[in-house]
T-cell receptor, first 115, second 113 residues
Framework: KNQVEQSPQSLIILEGKNCTLQ??????????LRWYKQDTGRGPVSLTI?????NTKSNGRYTATLDADTKQSSLHITASQLSDSASYIC??????????????FGAGTQVVVTP | SQTIHQWPATLVQPVGSPLSLECTVE??????LYWYRQAAGRGLQLLFY??????ISSEVPQNLSASRPQDRQFILSSKKLLLSDSGFYLC????????????FGNGTRLTVT
């Protein structure tokens, strides 16, 4: 069973509207959670990282939240733009001394912003 | 600044043919290097990772192999491609810290016919 579940699988929103993506995880012990944006045909790019002690972090119009107790994270996109059309991937890093971090990937949420 | 180069961008190969995908990193030394595969609508699947020259760890047993002949060079190979090898292959590097992000190349779209 995948240790990182994302919802919805896909969504369509009108330009200028807000949307929220969800990420639930069971990874333990937890180290950090990172959101990536992947444009079609390109490699993913990191948007933000959340560590255990952080609840909210913003990067421009992107705001990520983390509830480590319920093991849930969300990514909120404010005033969406056409360039926000992409797949958004939640990646959770397990704790441990291994330098490669035992990363667990969600399947991603495909966001389509329409004019 | 650090950059990662991956080529070719697209590749169409017949079943049974060999494969060689190359990835190089600039601007950093001793990076952790990774090969991922992404099937349509699926998450990224880790294929191989390397923490140093000649050190390769395989996550998924299959007909693919990887090599790291130089510190910043990572190669994905196959002697005989299968139809199931089709997909989007991504190379990435990461710093040693557990909070370091993955830096991805732009990927190779492989179609096995």
């Amino acid at each position: 069973k995948n240790q990182v579940e994302q919802s919805p699988q896909s969504l369509i929103i009108l330009e200028g509207k807000n949307c929220t993506l969800q990420c639930n995880y069971t990874v333990s012990p937890f180290s950090n959670l990172r959101w990536y944006k992947q444009d079609t045909g390109r490699g993913p790019v990191s948007l933000t990282i959340m560590t255990f002690s952080e609840n909210t972090k913003s990067n421009g119009r992107y705001t990520a939240t983390l509830d480590a107790d319920t093991k849930q994270s969300s990514l909120h996109i404010t005033a969406s733009q056409l360039s926000d059309s992409a797949s958004y991937i939640c990646v959770v890093s397990a704790g441990g001394t291994d330098s490669w971090g035992k990363l667990q990937f969600g399947a991603g949420t495909q966001v389509v912003v329409t004019p | 600044s650090q950059t990662i180069h991956q080529w070719p961008a697209t590749l169409v190969q017949p079943v049974g043919s060999p494969l060689s995908l190359e990835c190089t990193v600039e601007g950093t030394s001793n990076p952790n290097l990774y090969w991922y595969r992404q099937a349509a609508g699926r998450g990224l699947q880790l294929l191989f990772y390397s923490v140093g020259i000649g050190q390769i760890s395989s996550e998924v047993p299959q007909n693919l192999s990887a090599s790291r002949p130089q510190d910043r060079q990572f190669i994905l190979s196959s002697k005989k491609l299968l139809l199931s090898d089709s997909g989007f292959y991504l190379c990435a590097w990461k710093g040693p810290s557990v909070i370091s992000p993955l830096h991805f190349g732009n990927g190779t779209r492989l179609t096995v016919t």
